[in-house]
C-alpha cells in the first residue's frame, strides 16, 4: 500500500506542471476592459491600423483620439501583431503598457476613410524622442 501511494503521489508531481497552464493572454484580449469604458467602433469608417509588436515582451495598446478619449485597447503578445478596424476618421495616437512602464508616442497617425496604416512597436534607444512616459492615470483615463 506505502509502495503505491509513494508511485501515485510521484505521478502526480510529474504530470502537475504539464497540466497548469500560463496566465498569459492571447493577442486581442481586451485585459484591463473593467477600467475602460466600452470601444469606439465606426464600422462604416472603413478604416485598418495595423500594430505590430516587435519585441521580447507582450504589450498593452491604447488607441485614442485627437482629444485623447479612449478609442480601443487590446493585448498583443511579443512577435505578434494586431489589426484595429473602425477606428473613427480622426487623427490617432497610441498609448502602450510595457512591462512595468506607460508610454504615449508623440506622432499622430490622421486616419482617412478606407486607409490602412502600420505602427511597429519596438525600442530603440536612439529613437526616445519619439515618445514619452506617462502615468499609469493617464493611460487608464476615459
Known amino acids: 500500500m506505502n509502495f503505491c501511494f509513494k508511485y501515485t503521489f510521484l505521478g502526480i508531481l510529474l504530470a502537475l506542471p504539464f497540466a497548469i497552464q500560463a496566465q498569459r493572454g492571447e493577442t486581442g484580449d481586451k485585459t484591463f476592459g473593467g477600467r475602460f469604458p466600452p470601444d469606439v467602433v ?4 472603413n478604416t485598418f ?9 507582450d504589450i498593452i495598446v491604447c488607441v485614442r483620439d485627437q482629444y485623447k478619449k479612449y478609442l480601443n485597447h487590446v493585448y498583443i503578445r511579443n512577435n505578434e501583431e494586431y489589426l484595429f478596424t473602425g ?7 497610441l498609448q502602450y503598457k510595457s512591462k512595468e512602464f506607460y ?3 508623440l506622432q499622430k497617425t490622421v486616419i482617412n476613410f ?20 506617462i502615468e499609469e492615470d493617464d493611460f487608464f483615463k476615459p
Open 87 to 93: 477606428l473613427p476618421i480622426s487623427r490617432v495616437y
Open 42 to 45: 465606426a464600422p462604416i469608417s
Open 49 to 57: 491600423l495595423l500594430v505590430k509588436n516587435t519585441v521580447d515582451h
Open 114 to 133: 478606407g486607409e490602412r496604416h502600420t505602427f511597429t512597436f519596438f525600442y530603440d534607444a536612439s529613437m526616445e524622442g519619439n515618445f514619452m512616459v
Open 103 to 105: 508610454f504615449e508616442d
